[in-house]
């Protein structure tokens, strides 16, 4: 039998977080999800526009909300939007990504790769309003200062930029999921610790009028093949 932690518990109907809903409403509300979600594209071409701080914290907030191992909420995002940091993680992204595309990723890679025409250019980086470098704890806890092993991180921290994904679409703006590979730069740059690992870099900012999304990058898989109900 599971034991109770000295922390104890509280009721959900405490909480007062959880709605009820009628069946109707359920699915009212979940096709108006999907109907919002098939709308966010992966995109390459952003304007300079400013996008007000408070958004994006709210969004991050947002991400923050996610399940994780042992509620050790392995993560931490580093908001960027200062011209001159933008342009040093650019300028190093794409020292990684000149290898990257120069042979270290190998022919297979590259082929899955083509049709989305990516290359080592990447001034979104810099023209985008804002870029969110998402980071995986190795060690942390639930309170700040911890240093107890963390579980199940990068699946932890998969579902947060799920979720932070999700809400800055929800918000309007358009996004680019980001990995040039090796990501360690981003360390440096941030003044991040050791025991943090880049995870992702995030894009965020309003599309270019000149924005377009790879036709091969519309191709979704119909519920059909990726669903099974037992």
Not at 110 to 128: R, S
Request: glycine fraction near 8%; include cysteine; hydrophobic fraction near 40%.
């Amino acid at each position: 039998m599971m034991t109770k932690t000295e922390d104890g518990f509280t009721p959900l109907t405490a909480l007062g977080d959880f709605v009820a809903r009628a069946d109707d409403e359920m699915e009212s509300r979940a096709a108006a999800f999907f109907d919002d979600i098939k709308r966010r594209h992966t995109i390459r071409a952003f304007t300079d526009e400013p996008v007000p701080q408070s958004v994006m914290e709210s969004c991050i907030a947002a991400a923050g909300r996610a399940p994780s191992g042992a509620n050790h909420q392995p993560w931490y995002f580093g908001l960027v939007g200062d011209p001159v940091m933008k342009r040093e993680i650019r300028l190093a992204a794409e020292e990684e990504e000149r290898a990257f595309y120069g042979g270290r990723a190998g022919g297979e890679w590259l082929d899955a790769l083509d049709p989305l025409g990516t290359d080592e250019h990447k001034p979104f980086l810099e023209i985008a309003p804002w870029l969110i470098a998402v980071f995986a704890q190795r060690r942390g806890g639930v309170r700040a200062g911890e240093d107890k092993k963390n579980y199940y991180i990068h699946e932890s921290v998969g579902i947060a930029c799920g979720f932070l994904i999700a809400a800055l679409h929800h918000a309007g703006l358009a996004t680019l999921t980001h990995t040039p590979n090796p990501m360690s730069f981003l360390n440096d740059k941030l003044g991040r610790p050791a025991n943090e690992k880049p995870y992702l870099l995030i894009v965020a900012g309003r599309p270019a009028p000149d924005a377009e999304v790879p036709n091969h990058a519309l191709v979704k898989k119909p519920l059909d093949e990726i669903l099974t109900v037992y």
